[in-house]
């Protein structure tokens, strides 16, 4: 008896911080979220940090729903998609959105022409946001204000299988954006990752919007409030909670899951096109 009594003292305060943490940590959570997506707080863009905005992949989906909100704020937006229009203004805002993805989910060998969308998606989704980033952060330095918004993506936090080229330039644009918030944090510049899960866009192949797959335009709506609060973000009250979720997942558990999704979609989208 006498022994046993440390022994159930050692389990009564390990279960108790055990407990103690878990509550702690919960409370937190919900306290953050209550605090981006409860409190009604309003987005810290407009012209108090600048009179332009740049926002790349501007004509469609959800570059557009920020070249849009932006506008209803004041800003001036500098629109460029593949029209290429010419970047002649000083920014104070850029948008690193535009990104490409697989035209279906696909092995990797498989890839239809696979050379040219290795360079396409390391051009499109790696290159153009380390480029757009040397060209506007100089100025923004020298006023001391400035957002750089990075669209990444959930499949750059999970590894998705099938889709494994456009995953990896998307976890790039994550690191890429931390790192960056890191260093010119202290200078006035706020960056910003963003990582939604499926939006209802042309790229998605989504035409109706969901409750978990929001238009381009409720997606943005509820993004553009998390700028200054956020430095990482899912955009998206309901996509943050998928986040969680699948936080807690084994790994090899999601990639599971991910793999048998893609791999239906892929049957699906060959037998459209009739490549079985
Ligand atoms: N939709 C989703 O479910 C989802 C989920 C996670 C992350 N994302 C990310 O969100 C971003 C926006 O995606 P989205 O779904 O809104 O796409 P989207 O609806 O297909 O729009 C893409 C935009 O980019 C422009 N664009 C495409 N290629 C370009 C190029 N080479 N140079 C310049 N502009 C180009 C397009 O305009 P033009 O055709 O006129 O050039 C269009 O304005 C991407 O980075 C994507 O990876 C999307």
Same mark, same amino acid.
């Given at each position: 008896?006498?022994?046993?009594?440390?022994?159930?003292?050692?389990?009564?305060?390990?279960?108790?911080?055990?407990?103690?943490?878990?509550?702690?940590?919960?409370?937190?959570?919900?306290?953050?979220?209550?605090?981006?997506?409860?409190?009604?707080?309003?987005?810290?863009?407009?012209?108090?940090?600048?009179?332009?905005?740049?926002?790349?992949?501007?004509?469609?989906?959800?570059?557009? +729903?920020?070249?849009?909100?932006?506008?209803?704020?004041?800003?001036?937006?500098?629109?460029?998609?593949?029209?290429?229009?010419?970047?002649?203004?000083?920014?104070?805002?850029?948008?690193?959105?535009?990104?490409?993805?697989?035209?279906?989910?696909?092995?990797?060998?498989?890839?239809?022409?696979?050379?040219?969308?290795?360079?396409?998606?390391?051009?499109?989704?790696?290159?153009?946001?380390?480029?757009?980033?040397?060209?506007?952060?100089?100025?923004?330095?020298?006023?001391?204000?400035?957002?750089?918004?990075?669209?990444?993506?959930?499949?750059?936090?999970?590894?998705?299988?099938?889709?494994?080229?456009?995953?990896?330039?998307?976890?790039?644009?994550?690191?890429?954006?931390?790192?960056?918030?890191?260093?010119?944090?202290?200078?006035?510049?706020?960056?910003?990752?963003?990582?939604?899960?499926?939006?209802?866009?042309?790229?998605?192949?989504?035409?109706?919007?969901?409750?978990?797959?929001?238009?381009?335009?409720?997606?943005?709506?509820?993004?553009?409030?998390?700028?200054?609060?956020?430095?990482?973000?899912?955009?998206?009250?309901?996509?943050?909670?998928?986040?969680?979720?699948?936080?807690?997942?084994? +790994?090899?558990?999601?990639?599971?899951?991910?793999?048998?999704?893609?791999?239906?979609?892929?049957?699906?989208?060959?037998?459209?096109?009739?490549?079985?």
């Amino acid at each position: 008896m006498d022994s046993a009594a440390p022994a159930a003292g050692f389990f009564y305060w390990v279960g108790a911080s055990t407990v103690a943490y878990l509550v702690l940590r919960l409370s937190y959570s919900l306290f953050s979220a209550l605090r981006v997506w409860g409190l009604g707080h309003e987005a810290e863009v407009g012209q108090a940090l600048g009179e332009w905005a740049v926002v790349t992949g501007s004509t469609d989906g959800i570059g557009k +729903s920020y070249a849009e909100e932006l506008a209803k704020r004041g800003m001036k937006i500098v629109l460029i998609s593949r029209s290429q229009e010419k970047l002649k203004e000083v920014a104070n805002e850029i948008m690193n959105n535009v990104g490409m993805s697989y035209e279906y989910p696909e092995y990797f060998l498989d890839i239809p022409d696979l050379d040219n969308t290795i360079n396409k998606l390391i051009n499109i989704n790696i290159f153009s946001v380390c480029k757009m980033t040397q060209l506007v952060l100089p100025g923004m330095l020298e006023r001391s204000k400035g957002a750089i918004l990075n669209i990444s993506s959930a499949s750059g936090v999970y590894p998705v299988p099938l889709l494994s080229v456009y995953s990896a330039t998307k976890a790039f644009v994550d690191f890429f954006s931390q790192c960056l918030h890191v260093e010119y944090r202290s200078k006035g510049i706020f960056v910003q990752t963003v990582l939604p899960f499926f939006v209802a866009t042309k790229m998605a192949k989504i035409r109706k919007p969901t409750f978990d797959k929001p238009s381009s335009e409720t997606f943005v709506k509820s993004a553009i409030k998390t700028i200054g609060l956020q430095s990482r973000t899912n955009g998206y009250p309901v996509h943050a909670i998928m986040d969680w979720i699948f936080s807690l997942m084994p +790994s090899w558990l999601f990639m599971k899951i991910s793999m048998s999704l893609n791999k239906g979609l892929r049957a699906r989208y060959l037998k459209k096109t009739k490549k079985t």
